[in-house]
């Protein structure tokens, strides 16, 4: 293929191809990118509001004998 004069010109088949292929590449490599930065932002806001829910709840006055209701056991 390499002795071929026709693969070897710019815009043949085989040439445009491989630069389709590398441009999917790059392009997944980006969308890759914005997904990994995606879900460490969406970690950190979910992190965030268990923070602001614990410390709101820890907050709360109850009064005795109030059973403590868990809003994470899945219950509700």
Not at 11 to 40: A, F, P, Q, Y
Not at 54 to 63: D, V
């Amino acid at each position: 293929a390499a002795a071929d004069p026709v693969s070897m010109v710019p815009g043949s088949l085989e040439g445009g191809s491989w630069c389709n292929e590398h441009m999917l590449h790059e392009r997944l490599d980006i969308i890759e990118e914005k997904v990994i930065k995606t879900v460490e932002h969406l970690e950190s806001e979910v992190k965030s509001l268990l923070n602001i829910i614990s410390e709101t709840t820890s907050n709360i006055p109850t009064a005795p004998g109030t059973p403590l209701t868990d809003i994470f056991d899945g219950q509700y």
